[in-house]
């Protein structure tokens, strides 16, 4: 059964940080490239931030550029999102997706909200 599990939201104040971490199950993590969306309440959904399978190549949009940081640890099937000086536009509902050339598999998201 496959399953993609986010945590580590909250709330946090302007200028703060949190990691968001999601884990996996159920299928070959190891050769999933990874990647964050998020949606904020009236916005369509934005792509945050991309691994690929071995770590070695990342991406990011240009709003967190410089701000947030996606790493992953394939002995522990996870994948992380640091944030760093949070603002109250990165409020949103935060997903995880694992993709390869066949299958998408998304999370039920962890809220962040940035208070000002």
């Known amino acids: 059964q496959v399953q993609v599990v986010e945590s580590g939201g909250g709330l946090v104040q302007l200028g703060g940080s949190l990691r968001l971490s999601c884990v996996a199950s159920?299928?070959?993590?190891?050769?999933?490239?990874m990647q964050w969306y998020r949606r904020a309440p009236g916005k369509e959904r934005e792509l945050v931030a991309g691994?690929?399978?071995?770590?070695?190549?990342?991406n990011y949009a240009d709003s967190v550029k410089g701000r947030f940081t996606i790493s992953r640890d394939n002995a522990k099937n996870t994948v992380y999102l640091q944030m760093n000086s949070l603002t109250p536009e990165d409020t949103a509902k935060y997903y995880c997706?694992?993709?390869?050339?066949?299958?998408?598999?998304w999370g039920q998201g962890t809220q962040v909200t940035v208070s000002s």
């Open positions: 997706t694992a993709t390869n050339m066949q299958y998408a598999y």
């Open positions: 691994i690929s399978s071995t770590g070695g190549s990342t």
């Open positions: 159920g299928f070959t993590f190891s050769r999933y490239y």
